[in-house]
């Protein structure tokens, strides 16, 4: 059995921290969860995990930081939710500590779910008809939202208006279908082995998404082939078609998710993978289009940035021998929050004092621009399936670059080119 997967000790009276799930999650069949504002966490793979801690020099500024295991159990809280707990692993307090968690939600009023029943019902003397009547509304409550999310969960476009004068970055936070789905699959399969083991390792690494106020997320599946060289029969078949009936065989990439906030209307968009195999060439274009139009005009100042990541990225993959990616998603991220705008007749003056409050009480007076550039960031995530003549152990080993995976990267560059150009830039 793989060391990954073996019976954990877990430090007797450690303090647990509360993961919640990652609502920027957009792709992917792995919940990833939030174990603080700067770090995630998600089940560990033990492929994925070597690929960390031996991945070249080179290739970690195209990756998340990897910052260690802790291990993960699920309890029940005071309102008998399902909850995952992270504790670190014994004699390992080092993850744990490195880690910033000054925003973590600790294990404070969490209790043991086999305790739960005596607490309530004898410990604080709620009346039984009370507890009866409360845990009848609750159950039309849950039903109700699970109707509501199971209907989400179909919608392989969805458009959410936010208002206006809200928060944006806090109302995401409880709109983003992808996430919700994986994390209620997670819980469920940790549920449905609680007979057997309630003890998980997950790896932590860096939030992507942490800089960004409002994260514009596009999840893209990259290369000619996904199944990986221990896939079964059937899997690899299944895979294959996929390939097939998408534009990963014909460009190498294809959308596995998308999170876009459109500020001309004030909605969020999310677009889910199954859409995403359905899309033609044309319609790949489309949605990348789409993914940096923010409603009112195309975001030109991120297109040049994302091509000289792409190109850096290319040139990096090209000199990596024996790697293949098989299933991997590339990740570009940027801020969908408006930048402050200014007129193009204005002084400098009056770029020292022009807020967004006083830029959007005048739009529409004078022609505007955005103040300075936008970051965008371009990372490689998921690499269960990553083989390397460097393991060791792998029955088949591969030579020279991963030409799918470079392939799909030009075909990405040549479109955002021609995107570029056709816009005027």
């Not at 000619?224 to 460009?251: F, L, P």
């Amino acid at each position: 059995m793989s060391p990954a997967f073996r019976a954990m000790d877990v430090e007797p009276r450690a303090k647990g921290i509360l993961l919640e799930p990652f609502v920027h999650q957009v792709g992917g069949h792995s919940c990833v969860l939030r174990f603080n504002e700067t770090t995630l966490c998600k089940p560990l793979v033990p492929r994925e995990h070597q690929f960390y801690e031996t991945l070249p020099a080179e290739m970690r500024k195209f990756t998340p930081q990897y910052k260690g295991v802790v291990s993960v159990r699920f309890e029940e809280d005071e309102d008998r939710n399902l909850c995952l707990i992270a504790y670190p692993l014994k004699g390992d307090h080092g993850t744990m500590d490195s880690v910033d968690n000054s925003d973590c939600e600790p294990k404070s009023k969490l209790l043991r779910w086999t305790n739960k029943k005596h607490h309530v019902l004898e410990t604080e003397k709620i009346p039984k008809d009370w507890v009866r009547q409360h845990r009848k509304e609750e159950k039309m409550k849950s039903h109700k939202l699970e109707e509501e999310f199971e209907w989400l969960k179909k919608s392989e476009v969805l458009y959410y208006s936010v208002e206006k004068k809200g928060n944006v970055s806090s109302q995401l936070k409880h709109y983003n279908p992808w996430s919700m789905k994986c994390h209620q699959q997670q819980l469920q399969r940790m549920k449905e082995n609680a007979k057997h083991r309630n003890q998980y390792k997950f790896i932590l690494l860096e939030n992507l998404t942490s800089r960004y106020e409002v994260p514009c997320v596009l999840d893209l599946k990259m290369g000619t082939r996904q199944h990986g060289d221990d896939a079964s029969e059937e899997k690899a078949a299944n895979q294959i078609r996929k390939c097939q009936q998408s534009t990963s065989a014909v460009i190498g990439v294809r959308v596995c998710g998308m999170q876009v906030y459109q500020a001309g209307s004030g909605q969020l968009m999310f677009m889910n993978k199954y859409h995403g195999r359905k899309l033609s060439v044309q319609g790949f274009k489309e949605a990348l289009f789409q993914f940096f139009h923010n409603g009112r005009y195309l975001r030109r100042e991120l297109l040049g940035p994302v091509l000289r990541k792409l190109t850096e990225l290319k040139s990096v993959l090209e000199r990596q021998e024996s790697y293949r990616f098989y299933s991997s998603s590339l990740l570009v991220i940027y801020d969908g929050k408006e930048r402050p705008e200014v007129a193009l007749d204005s002084d400098a003056e009056d770029l020292e004092d022009l807020s967004e409050e006083s830029a959007d009480e005048s739009a529409g007076a004078y022609a505007y621009k955005p103040i300075g550039t936008s970051s965008v960031d371009v990372r490689m995530i998921d690499f269960a399936h990553t083989t390397c003549r460097l393991y060791g152990e792998d029955s088949v080993v591969h030579e020279g670059q991963d030409a799918g995976y470079i392939f799909g990267l030009q075909s990405l560059i040549d479109i955002v080119t021609e995107i570029s150009e056709e816009s005027g830039e």
